[in-house]
């Protein structure tokens, strides 16, 4: 399977927003612009992650949706099961609840929360475990890029989760190649470099396992509906995880669009 041949992701990261009342009317006008023009699920697959307070009532909302809508909580416990563990959200608890899919690695539970490689594969470890899907994020800081260590940095990002991913794992595993100096910065790779890094990316994963050719390979960093067409053309772009641009339905749905109509 070539990358262009795999179905795009586009996933809206929420992130610690927006107000209940909020979050209410940008699925209400998500799902009117789905009803108006749907975009259709062979052609696009498309996920939201809600704070984890909202996961069940956004997943309710969606629930007569014109189309399936994923939703994704955007992180979970190191601790597996369940037990005395104040404040935390393991990943059997979320299957209980019906949520599939989670989030893991995204650079602000690195670089804010402290989530090191060794908490990141606990995560993965109990996600696939308990059968979810997992979107693992990647990517190399401003610095690191200035210095030459990009490609390095990310193929290490890699290759420590294959340490804990069992050979019939991959198939729940989609990356997000997310440069740490484009989130939220309306900074975002140009099309050649980000196809570059995929390119890398998608080399480094069939290294490791013969599913990396079918494993999508998301983009994100200020993804918005004026750069997604072009992102989208890349051969080894297979999707968006977006923030900013996600609180925004008619941007999101956009974005999503762009990704159906491209690939
Ligand atoms: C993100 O945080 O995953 C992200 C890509 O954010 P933004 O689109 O706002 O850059």
Redesign the pocket.
């Known amino acids: 399977m070539s990358g262009s041949a795999i179905t795009p992701w586009v996933v809206g ?1 929420w ?1 610690m927003n927006p107000m209940r009342a909020d979050a209410k009317q940008l699925v209400q006008e998500l799902k009117q612009l789905l009803q108006n023009q749907n975009i259709e699920e062979s052609k696009c697959h498309i996920g939201v992650a809600p704070v984890a307070l909202a996961l069940e009532t956004v997943q309710t909302q969606f629930s007569d949706c014109s189309r399936a809508v994923s939703i994704f909580a955007q992180d979970l416990s190191r601790v597996a099961g369940t037990g005395a563990y104040t404040g935390e959200i393991s990943a059997e608890l979320l299957k209980d609840s019906k949520i599939e899919y989670v989030l893991i690695g ?1 650079s ?1 539970r690195r670089e804010i929360f402290g989530d090191s490689p060794a908490v990141i594969n606990e995560k993965i470890k109990n996600a696939l475990n308990a059968g979810l899907t997992v979107i693992y ?1 990647v990517g190399e800081s401003l610095a690191q890029r200035e210095n030459g260590q990009a490609e390095h940095t990310v193929l290490q990002q890699i290759c420590d989760i294959a340490a804990v991913v069992q050979s019939e794992q991959w198939s729940n595993i989609i990356m ?1 190649y ?1 440069p740490i100096w ?4 309306g900074k975002t790779a140009s099309p050649e470099d980000a196809q570059a890094m995929h390119a890398k990316i998608r080399e480094g994963l069939s290294q490791i396992t013969p599913a990396g050719k079918g494993i999508a390979i998301l983009y ?4 918005k509906p004026e750069n997604a067409v072009e992102l989208a053309a890349c051969p080894d772009i297979n999707g968006a ?6 609180l925004n339905a008619e941007a999101f749905y956009q974005i999503a669009q762009a990704f159906a109509n491209t690939k």
């Not at 484009?182 to 910065?185: C, R, S």
């Not at 994100?220 to 993804?223: F, K, M, T």
Request: negative net charge; hydrophobic residues 35%; charged residues 15%.
């Open positions: 990261n992130k995204h602000e994020c997000a997310e484009a989130i939220g910065t994100g960093g200020s993804v995880l977006v923030g900013g641009a996600s």
